[in-house]
Each structure stands twice: as C-alpha cells, then as structure tokens.
C-alpha cells in the first residue's frame, strides 16, 4: 500500500508570491490534514478536510486555504507569500471516520521564502 | 536506564540502555494519544497510540503510558539502538478535532 505523497519536496519561492503544494493520500483514507513545522513553533495545525469538505480549521490567516478533490488528494494554497511562512508543510492521511485512529505523515514540502 | 521527569528538548542515552521519554498534555478532555517519530528530512512516523481508557500499551520495544490525574504521557523504549536517534513527539486529540503536538524531546543514542 503507498504511503502519503506530497509534491514538491522542496520550493523557493519570493515574498508575494503564492503557492500550491499537494498531497495524495493513502488509498481509501477520506481525511486530509495540513501541518506547518517552523523550529520555533513546532507542528501547527492548518486544517483538515474530509470528503471535499473542510472539517477543522487552526488558527492561521485566509493567505492559507485548502481544498480536496474527489479522489481525496489534497492541495494548499499560500498566497503573498511571507518571509515566516517559510516551513515543512506536512500533510497526514487517516481514514476520517469512526473514533479517533492513527494519522500517517507524508515525507512534507520544504518551502523557502526569499 | 535514563528518564526525564520534566519534559526536556534533549535526552542522551548510550546504546542498550532504556529510554523514557515524558510529555505533559495540555486538554483534559482528551481522548487519544499519539507518539511519533520524526528522522532528518522526513515527516513524522507513527510509533504507537492509546485510547484514554487504557494507561499503558505495550509495542516492539515501546511502551506508553497515560496518567490522566497529572496529564502525563510517557513513551519507554527498551534497548535504545542507534537506529532510534530522533526527534519524538506526542499529539493529542478529542474525537473528531485535530492532533495537537507537544513540542518534541531529541533522542540522541551514542554507541
């Protein structure tokens, strides 16, 4: 069974710009979680969607949007990119339903903001 | 072995020994737990979870342990190898909100 794909590993994009990583979850899995890792803040929850439909959000500015596909991959947006925005984004795949069950972590897009 | 009673950023072992690695929870109402494992330059990988009906689990090699009284999660690793040197993070969730992370000990094994 493939594990989470995301796209790009790695990006350099400029102050202003915006950008779109994507993921590919596990076959099956329904719930799509987006996470930001600085070293200065850890893992932060983005949002989370389930069945094209956005079901939790964190605490991050409308430059961060999602959405999901019918095939459940996933894409994030940042638009007018910031010099802080520059992190790993992670995304992690779980089936969604029934009571809680194990997220599985894609490798994560390194972004770099210049 | 080595244990940390407080949560630490750094916890240094020598080959074989066993490690304990500690994380205090933030929610109460918190139902699932979660630790990961996080090598260079990947994303984190799933080591084990425990549901808050349950206070200990046992894994290869890992066991968790839950103490809801003092929110207290601890994950123990037997006959630390070189192979287990990484960063290691414990998330919590309630049913149907997202994973929170502590913020992550680094576990360095020397052999």
């Known amino acids: 069974k493939a594990g989470v794909t995301q796209t790009p590993r790695y990006l350099i994009k400029t102050r202003g710009q915006q950008v779109t990583l994507s993921c590919s979850p596990i076959?099956?899995?329904?719930?799509v979680s987006w996470y930001q890792q600085t070293p200065g803040q850890g893992l932060q929850f983005l949002f989370e969607y389930f069945s094209e439909t956005q079901r939790n959000k964190g605490n991050f500015p409308g430059r961060f949007s999602g959405r999901q596909f019918s095939n459940s991959r996933s894409e994030m947006n940042v638009s007018t990119l910031e010099l802080g925005d520059s992190a790993l984004y992670l995304c992690?795949?779980?089936?969604?339903?029934?009571?809680?069950?194990?997220?599985?972590f894609g490798q994560g897009t390194r972004l770099t903001v210049v | 072995g080595e244990s940390v009673g407080l949560h630490l950023p750094t916890l240094s072992v020598q080959e074989g020994d066993n490690s304990i690695i500690n994380c205090a929870y933030s929610n109460s109402a918190s139902d699932y737990f979660i630790w990961y494992k996080q090598e260079s330059g990947k994303g984190p990988q799933f080591i084990i979870d425990i549901r808050s009906n349950m206070d200990k689990r046992q894994g290869q090699r890992v066991t968790v342990l839950l103490n809801k009284t003092v929110k207290h999660l601890s994950l123990q690793i037997a006959a630390t190898q070189p192979g287990d040197s990484a960063v290691y993070f414990c998330?919590?969730?309630?049913?149907?909100?997202?994973?929170?992370f502590g913020k992550g000990t680094t576990l360095s094994v020397s052999s």
């Open positions: 992690a795949s779980s089936p969604g339903t029934g009571k809680n069950t194990e997220a599985f």
């Open positions: 076959s099956g899995h329904r719930s």
């Open positions: 998330a919590e969730t309630q049913a149907g909100t997202a994973l929170i």
